[in-house]
């Protein structure tokens, strides 16, 4: 264990290369073979704070020259998703995360899925060098809905869940992130074969009868997802 808070494990992912026709892989159950070259990525560090109620949770991250692809997967109960805006407050629901920091002179994005699919996507400036203890946020920009439309998102369950399905449900979120949503922040990112870049993934439920926080990299004692300096390592291959 490591500080009470999940399994200790080296914190980096290797992103394959996507093998099949990439535009249909949104479409793909988690379970199709086209997500084969994807190995599953645990979210399973639950915060001190959570519930007794542990969901078990995973991603899956693929790329090519367009666009990343990303997968959630989540054996949950007490499901709740009672915000189908754009920029709602999406994760008070079933909600699943990524953070990803690209470029380490820049900021980094937080995409959060609620488990109807609706998407808050937000761009966060550093005040603090990239390689200070604790970077702090300066900005937080909100991404116009002209580029959320750009982020193809699937999700297994209906817009709006409510009441709480308190039975156990599994469900899926599926999603195309094109790179260029990342480069209209950021600026160009080149060819992404040996790129570095920092990121983490997660599950939470702050509204719902049985709250919980979980991460693949742990969060540390603080119950804050804004921790850049805590995200796991990505690398493509």
């Keep these: 264990m490591s500080d009470g808070l999940g399994p200790a494990r080296p914190v980096l992912y290797r ?13 793909c159950d ?40 990303l997968a959630f997967r989540v054996e949950d109960r007490y499901v709740r998703c009672v915000h189908s805006q754009y920029q709602g407050r999406v994760y008070t629901d079933s ?22 699919g609706s998407l808050l996507l937000h761009y966060n400036e550093l005040a603090t060098a990239a390689n200070s203890p604790a970077p702090k946020i300066a900005k937080t920009t ?5 580029l959320g439309r750009q982020v193809q998102i699937v999700a297994t369950m209906p817009r709006l869940v409510e009441p709480e399905i308190v039975e156990p449900v ?5 999603m195309r ?5 990342l480069e209209s922040q950021v600026g160009p990112l080149g060819p992404l074969p040996g790129q570095r870049w920092r990121a983490n993934f997660y599950k939470c ?6 709250p919980h ?25």
């Design 15 to 27: 992103v394959r290369p996507v093998a099949s026709e990439p535009q249909t892989l949104p479409d």
């Design 30 to 69: 988690w379970d199709h073979p086209a997500w084969n070259g994807a190995p599953p990525i645990p979210i399973d560090r639950f915060h001190a704070r959570s519930s007794d109620h542990r969901p078990n949770a995973a991603a899956r991250l693929l790329y090519d020259d367009q666009a990343l692809y």
């Design 95 to 116: 909600c699943v995360e990524m953070m990803v920091w690209p470029k380490w002179q820049a900021g980094y994005f937080n995409f959060e899925v609620n488990c109807g």
């Design 142 to 146: 909100p991404l116009p809905a002209a």
């Design 170 to 174: 599994t469900w899926q979120i599926r």
């Design 177 to 181: 992130i094109p790179l260029a949503v």
């Design 205 to 210: 439920a702050d509204e719902t009868s049985h």
């Design 213 to 237: 926080w979980a991460s693949w990299a742990e969060v540390g004692p603080e119950l804050d997802f804004h921790r850049p300096h805590q995200f796991g390592t990505i690398v493509f291959e």
